[in-house]
C-alpha cells in the first residue's frame, strides 16, 4: 500500500516538473522564465526524494539505504534552494507582466 502511495506521488511530481518545465519554454518574459525553471526544478526534487524513499522502502539494503540517503540530502537541498529562488523571482514576475503588456 505504501509503495502505491509512493508511486502516485512520484508520478505527480513529475507532472508538475514537466508542467512547468513546458510552461518556462513557452515564456518570453525572463523573470518568468527563471521563476518557472524554479518551480520545475522543487518537483524535481520532490521526485528524486521519493524516489529514493521509495527505493529504500522496497529494497532494505544497507546500500540501498546508504544511496537513497544521499538522494533524500540532494533532493532537500533542490527543494529548499528553489524554494527560495521562487520566492525571489515571485516578487517580480507580476511587475514584469504589467511592464511588457
Not at 52 to 73: C, M
Amino acid at each position: 500500500m505504501l509503495n502505491l502511495i509512493f508511486v502516485f506521488a512520484i508520478i505527480i511530481s513529475f507532472v508538475v516538473y514537466f508542467y512547468f518545465k513546458t510552461k518556462q519554454f513557452r515564456s518570453k518574459l525572463p523573470i518568468a522564465k527563471n521563476w518557472y525553471k524554479c518551480k520545475a526544478n522543487l518537483g524535481l526534487g520532490a521526485f528524486i526524494v521519493l524516489f529514493a524513499l521509495n527505493q529504500a522502502y522496497l529494497f532494505p539494503d544497507v546500500y540501498t539505504f546508504i544511496i537513497a540517503a544521499i538522494l533524500v540530502i540532494l533532493g532537500i537541498f533542490v527543494i529548499v534552494e528553489n524554494s527560495k529562488k521562487v520566492r525571489h523571482y515571485g516578487q517580480f514576475v507580476e511587475e514584469e507582466y504589467q511592464i511588457n503588456q
